[in-house]
């Protein structure tokens, strides 16, 4: 096995978890890969794992473990699919006292105390599909390129609470979070910190929550590392 000859520090290096999170998941999704396989379980989760960090091609992971490509996009999918049923029961909404008992200094500092959560919808770039109805619903004219979007929602501490399902690149941020259903986890009163050009929905200004957008930092001193 690949992965049992790997040394801890590898195995975050290439995968982006410790050792001990990595068998916990090789643990968890042993149940659900009912598919048999010449290849160990923990080296089917080390090569989606490094596919999901690195983005390595399917022909490089191929000549990695000794497969085919078309082996490696079994795995890949397989896996992928294991994962997010185990993730599932991962991503919880933290209750409003939980936030607020692990907010960072920052936030107090600079009166967004009441904040509970940050709103960020992620763009990734995709292969250009080939049929015109999905390159359409997937071309994103802020990235000029066909993307999926997704919003993801953090609380203060660092902890994502929430995902949504994929969108295509022509969804706007406000049909993503109208359609997606975060709108049930929160309550009146609720602030939601978010990036700029981010507009709440009419629905949630309804329900009482706050939109909190962040001062520009246009003109000011860049932030240094000291070391």
Not at 14 to 39: C, E, H, I, P, W
Not at 91 to 112: C, H, K, N
Request: proline letters at 3%; aromatic letters at 10%; one cysteine or more.
């Amino acid at each position: 096995s690949v992965a049992a000859r790997m040394s801890p520090c590898d195995i975050h290096f290439y995968t982006g978890v410790t050792r001990n999170v990595f068998d916990s998941l090789a643990s968890a999704v042993r149940t659900l890969v009912k598919t048999r396989s010449a290849m160990p379980l923990e080296d089917q989760l080390l090569l989606t794992l490094m596919r999901l960090r690195l983005g390595l091609l399917y022909g490089d992971l191929a000549r990695r473990f000794d497969v085919s490509v078309s082996r490696v996009c079994q795995i890949f999918n397989t896996l992928l699919r294991a994962l997010k049923t185990v993730m599932e029961d991962v991503v919880i909404w933290l209750p409003r006292e939980a936030i607020y008992d692990s907010m960072p200094q920052s936030f107090i500092d600079t009166g967004y105390q009441k904040t509970t959560c940050i709103f960020d919808c992620s763009e990734i770039t995709l292969q250009r599909p080939k049929k015109l109805m999905a390159r359409a619903q997937t071309y994103s004219s802020y990235k000029a390129n066909n993307t999926v979007k997704f919003l993801t929602v953090i609380a203060l501490n660092g902890l994502i609470m929430y995902v949504s399902r994929a969108y295509g690149g022509r969804a706007s941020d406000k049909h993503i979070v109208r359609d997606c259903g975060v709108q049930e986890f929160f309550q009146r009163g609720d602030e939601i910190m978010a990036d700029r050009g981010f507009t709440l929905d009419s629905y949630l200004e309804v329900q009482g929550v706050k939109l909190n957008m962040p001062a520009f930092t246009k003109g000011d001193v860049c932030l240094k590392i000291y070391i």
